[in-house]
């Protein structure tokens, strides 16, 4: 998964009213955040696991299960990588999302203003 811009590794502290602006309550924020956290949760994991799939064989020997570098090196990029909910809340504060609200007249509303979706 390509990360565009610097999405911080470990937890900041945020206002809650400043996350709670676009959408004028915060739990409603929390949902939004929430479903676009698994959507990319669900990205990584699909990416990681067909790039894992070449490795797969029915049988292993012990070197293989040992020095397989090139594995290693994989695994170790993804857990690198800056957790999901950080990088939909980097998305939400950014107005990279836009969501849809159910039961209202308004079918899509921008958080702030961009592109990604949150169903």
């Known amino acids: 998964m ?3 811009k610097k999405v911080p590794v470990n937890t900041i502290t945020r206002d809650v ?3 709670a602006e676009p959408t004028g309550n915060i739990y409603e924020t929390v949902v939004i955040l929430s479903k676009r956290a698994n959507q ?3 990205a990584e994991k699909k990416e990681l696991s067909k790039k894992l799939e070449d490795f797969r064989t029915d049988h292993d020997t012990m070197d293989e299960v040992y020095e397989n570098r090139e594995q290693i090196e994989i695994s ?3 857990e690198k990588l800056p957790k999901p909910d950080l990088i939909a809340i980097s998305e939400f504060e950014d107005g990279e999302l836009y969501y849809r609200m159910a039961g209202t007249e ?3 509303r921008p958080a ?3 592109s990604q979706d949150a169903e």
């Open 76 to 78: 170790k990029y993804y």
């Open 112 to 114: 702030r203003e961009g």
């Open 17 to 19: 009213k400043y996350l």
């Open 106 to 108: 308004e079918d899509v």
């Open 40 to 42: 990319i949760a669900l």
């Open 2 to 4: 390509e990360i565009k």
